[in-house]
């Protein structure tokens, strides 16, 4: 076991790659918590495929790519906030469209190069382990900005998120708070696409938040659990996608493995849930606070997860 | 059946403008339907959902559309099957299902070697290299599906708007909306080899919304949002030829122009034509009860 959880680590660049997927799994499990609780899939979708014009200009430009995600980013989480509050369109409709034209313009500047095709699944599956440690800065930078605002705004977004008319009664400005929750979930992006690239960010947003939701009720247990897995997905799979490609000679795209791994913990979470709040209401405790599924420690209170047992 | 593929065979470009005006068509009649039940996040995830479909099917040598089909109904399973979990809402199973089916279909392809290069052709399609055969495809397709919408247009249209009066009125409501959802996905999976996966949403969801904008009736919205997508495939496959950019991302953006241009112009529905109805009516009341009853 030892050999396939530690031992590839022990190379520079792959300890690299493992920072990044445990900041980026930690980052877009908290961000998702609450994309989840407002049912915004569809949102995170759209924004993840509207960075991707920021990043091929900024390629082109010879410019940051980090900057061009940056500024396309909050380009499209405005733009995206304002279009979905008319009520000329329904907001599907304005975020098909906005996701499909804004992706096409990345395409049609791609189109124009001669690498193409190479340069295309580059942007969107990125290249985790050619991250650097300038690119890891960027990551850790973002990552700080975007933690410290959800804990600042954590009772704000969550009042908006269930009670959105008791919020604007209170007197919070409703469209303020979809606004920075939008540009947080477009910093999510950012930080994660050099590494992961840009489409596969929505599954470590969305996966492990929901996978977090079928095991517990309370809010605060939902985004550790949340946090952890998104964490823990990134580890295993940046380890099996290793060993397979150096021992088995199977090249496993490490992006796509870390989902499916993501996927897989989602399925036994949706097969031990029932059994999991069957042994909880026997116990009599609240549903919320319970035991661990499937030999997952504290899956309770809001305690930061120490540790995961999954050696 | 000679004169109907001597039909289809032509120049490259030929045969790309063809199959532009089918996509158009039907994408865009179907997309009014789309848009009725509030479904493009589900459209966006059947377009990705079939990757792993098209990537297993050309592993084992059968067809592609076969797979892409095979894997779109699987979709349609997992999504109700998810959806009904009561801690998982439709949008987050929608969710879950497209980000791990496109995430295997990219870990299927990766073990493969010419990993790029499939890929970005399966995203953005390659409408120039249609072939003859598929042409055909699409045609018949196209006839399936708008003969289908035109049969059972009163039904779907009701089951749109209050589907509880169509289950009282002895319909079979839940085989409807399967119907429906095939013909969604047939479309889709027809037209993501030739066009690719963004662009067949794009297709569906950017002509509706944009016959949306300029009249409140369904037929002439049908009409109107297939001619609409033609048009997009036309002046997008010109374009591109002319600018020798990607045709595929092009008529994405010929379609969300014409939105956009529709979402400033339109009378009544549009931002200058709102202005004018909330500066006659001082205050805007009006206009805001229009919006009302019309969303």
Not at chain 1, 244 to 255: E, F, K
Not at chain 1, 287 to 305: D, K, L, S, V
Not at chain 2, 114 to 140: E, H, M, N, R, W
Request: aromatic residues 6%.
């Amino acid at each position: 076991m030892s050999r396939l959880l530690i031992e590839p680590f022990q190379v520079a660049f792959m300890q690299r790659a493992l920072l990044a997927v445990l900041v980026i799994g930690v980052l877009a499990g908290a961000v998702g918590v609450f994309v989840v609780l407002r049912r915004l899939a569809f949102v995170g979708d759209a924004l993840t495929h509207t960075v991707f014009p920021g990043v091929v200009i900024a390629f082109l430009l010879g410019q940051s790519i980090f900057l061009g995600a940056l500024a396309a980013a909050l380009l499209s989480a405005l733009l995206l906030t304002g279009l979905t509050s008319t009520r000329r369109v329904t907001p599907d409709a304005s975020l098909a469209i906005l996701l499909t034209s804004f992706f096409a313009v990345g395409v049609v500047l791609v189109s124009r190069e001669r690498s193409y095709t190479a340069d295309l699944s580059g942007f969107l599956f990125g290249r985790i382990l050619a991250v650097d440690w300038a690119v890891l800065l960027q990551t850790l930078v973002v990552a700080a900005i975007v933690l410290t605002t959800l804990v600042a705004l954590r009772k704000e977004l969550l009042l908006r998120a269930f009670d959105p008319d008791g919020a604007a009664a209170m007197g919070y400005r409703v469209d303020l708070l979809d606004l920075v929750l939008n540009v947080l979930i477009a910093l999510v992006v950012v930080a994660a696409v050099k590494a992961v690239g840009t489409v596969l960010v929505i599954a470590l947003v969305i996966v492990p938040p929901v996978t977090a939701r079928l095991l517990v009720d309370r809010v605060a247990g939902m985004t550790a659990i949340s946090c952890a897995l998104g964490a823990l997905g990134g580890y295993l799979g940046l380890a099996v996608s290793y060993e397979l490609s150096l021992q088995r000679g199977v090249r496993l795209a490490s992006g796509a493995t870390i989902v499916v791994v993501l996927v897989a913990c989602f399925l036994v979470a949706l097969a031990a849930g029932p059994g999991r709040r069957a042994l909880a209401r026997v116990v009599g405790g609240r549903p919320a606070a319970g035991n661990p599924a499937g030999g997952r420690p504290a899956a309770g209170p809001p305690t930061t997860p120490s540790s995961e047992g999954a050696g | 059946m000679s004169w109907l593929t001597d039909a289809f065979s032509g120049t490259f470009a030929q045969r790309a403008l063809l199959e532009a005006v089918m996509v158009g068509v039907v994408s865009g009649v179907i997309g009014v339907h789309v848009l009725l039940r509030r479904l493009p996040f589900f459209t966006l995830a059947m377009g990705h959902a079939t990757f792993p479909g098209v990537v297993l099917a050309a592993l084992l040598g059968v067809n592609l559309l076969l797979g892409a089909g095979v894997f779109g109904i699987l979709v349609v399973l997992a999504v109700a099957l998810l959806g009904a979990r009561e801690r998982i809402d439709d949008t987050s199973a929608i969710g879950v299902v497209l980000a791990g089916a496109f995430a295997l279909g990219v870990l299927l392809l990766s073990a493969q070697a010419g990993f790029s290069k499939d890929l970005s052709a399966y995203l953005v399609g390659s409408i120039v290299t249609v072939q003859p055969a598929d042409l055909l495809i699409t045609a018949i397709t196209g006839v399936v599906v708008l003969g289908a919408l035109a049969a059972l247009h009163k039904e779907l249209v009701l089951g749109a708007f209050d589907p509880d009066g169509l289950a009282a009125l002895g319909y079979p409501a839940v085989a409807l909306d399967v119907v429906l959802l095939l013909l969604i996905e047939l479309v889709v999976v027809t037209s993501v080899p030739a066009v690719g996966t963004i662009l067949s949403v794009a297709l569906i969801a950017a002509p509706a919304a944009t016959a949306r904008l300029w009249t409140d009736r369904l037929g002439p919205t049908m009409a109107l949002s297939g001619a609409l997508g033609a048009a997009s495939g036309v002046i997008g496959l010109v374009v591109s030829r002319n600018l020798n950019i990607a045709a595929g991302a092009t008529i994405v953006l010929v379609a969300a122009a014409l939105f956009a241009v529709s979402l400033v112009l339109a009378p009544r529905r549009g931002m200058l034509g709102w202005r004018l109805l909330a500066g006659a009516s001082r205050g805007g009341e009006v206009a805001r009860a229009h919006q009302g009853y019309g969303g």
